[in-house]
């Protein structure tokens, strides 16, 4: 039986959950059987994420021309780039990653004639990213293109109702499919507590802040930077480490010394994939901080959970349902610093309640397991397969 031809799409590759989340899809379909490849802009794609998704052996199609900026003449060129691979390659499935992608490679599905067209916007772009005219605009063409589209997964149920909210697609339309996590490879593989404190340099009474991605104003991280004196001012011992890289860095050092924070505030810069340096972070962490002003789902939040670590996280996007009410750890207010300060503090200073919080984190965090996630697009395909059998 010849295998079924699914193409996916996504703008760029990158050190970051959708990525990440993407080529592990392309990966597990590959694995169930399907003839399956990641058509990638690759002008604006990390060449270290690049060579990871290759060296794991997804098979990747560059698009030169595909970006995220809206340029006329490069939209142009990578439809019809799209539209020439679809029209030659003839795939029953296309799976689009991203805004720009979703937008870009569902109008080339369309004229193609694609039998399947699924969308993954892996978030939204409704609030913390753009100014009022420029997101309305984007639902606009969200709203447009969900006509073209057969299913539009979100991470969380909670990306659905936001989905939902701004009239974009039908509730039918929508599956949840979490961007799963490996949970038991990363308890398999982390340090442990005592060795990475050590190695990192921590006293035993440092009271240790990790949050995770990248540096960059949508996650928020200078919310965590200014609530830092507050905590500083009940628990001497805080520290925040910020494990990724990106164009708010120096702003970012510069509001610690302007705080008179620099020294307790470590930007220790990206490290690639899960596996390795950012598992040493995690477990040497006493809490996970996520000031996000977006979130698709919080991906470093449930790799916190899955090695027993409570986590604060605003209540954006998916948080609240990885996290739960009160249940892995504790939701403030998007933008608060005050909130996100307390909750700092009520957790620095109740180690009880940090082991009680971490337990359930643990717990929890399976619910977002690469089992589950996996399982849940390979139910998804299968159903729209034979859906198209029947029409």
């Known amino acids: 039986m010849t295998p079924i031809r699914v193409l996916h799409v996504i703008t760029r590759l990158s050190l970051g959950g959708s990525s990440e989340n993407t080529v592990a899809q392309v990966l597990a379909l590959g694995r169930a059987g399907y003839d399956c490849r990641l058509a990638v802009g690759v002008t604006e794609s990390e060449t270290g994420t690049v060579d990871d998704a290759r060296r794991r052996g997804c098979p990747l199609v560059p698009i030169p021309s595909l970006g995220r900026e809206v340029s006329p003449q490069r939209d142009f060129a990578a439809l019809a780039t799209l539209l020439r691979l679809l029209r030659r390659e003839r795939p029953m499935i296309v799976h689009t990653h991203t ?20 969308h993954q916007p892996h978030g939204h772009i ?4 753009y100014g009022a005219a420029r997101s309305a605009l984007f639902v606009r063409l969200e709203r447009l293109v969900a006509r073209w589209t057969h299913r539009i997964v979100t991470l969380t149920e909670r990306g659905t109702e936001e989905h939902l909210a701004q009239g974009i697609g039908r509730r039918e339309q929508f599956v949840a499919i979490p961007s799963g996590v490996p949970t038991a490879a990363l308890r398999a ?8 404190r050590a190695r990192l340099g921590f006293a035993e009474d440092d009271f240790v802040i990790v949050g995770v991605g990248r540096l960059v104003y949508v996650k928020g991280f200078e919310l965590l ?6 905590v500083l001012g009940r628990i001497p011992g805080a520290r925040v480490f910020l494990v990724g890289d990106g164009p708010d860095r120096a702003a970012l050092q510069a509001q610690a010394a302007r705080l008179g924070v620099a020294r307790r505030v470590v930007l220790a810069g990206a490290v690639n994939g899960t596996m390795g340096g950012l598992l040493e972070y995690l477990a040497a962490a006493d809490v996970c901080a996520a000031p996000s002003r977006n979130e698709g789902m919080g991906r470093a939040l449930v790799e916190a959970m899955a090695l027993g670590l409570p986590v604060v996280g605003a209540a954006v996007g998916g948080v609240p349902d990885v ?17 996100l300060a307390a909750a700092l503090i009520e957790l620095g200073q109740d180690a009880l309640l940090r082991q009680k919080l971490g337990e359930a984190a643990r717990t929890r965090a ?3 397991s690469t089992a589950v996630a996996d399982a849940r697009l390979l139910d998804l395909y299968a159903e729209l397969v034979r859906e198209h059998a029947t029409r």
């Not at 996290?323 to 909130?339: I, K, M, Q, S, T």
């Open 126 to 129: 409704f609030y913390g990213y």
């Open 225 to 230: 930077v200014a609530a830092l004196p507050r």
């Open 366 to 368: 399976e619910r977002f």
């Open 189 to 196: 593989q982390a340090p442990a507590r005592a060795g990475a």
């Open 323 to 339: 996290v739960g009410p009160d249940e892995a750890g504790r939701l403030v207010p998007a933008e608060d610093v005050r909130a």
């Open 99 to 118: 805004s720009k992608a979703g937008f870009t490679g569902r109008l080339a599905a369309r004229l193609a004639g694609v039998p399947i067209v699924i």
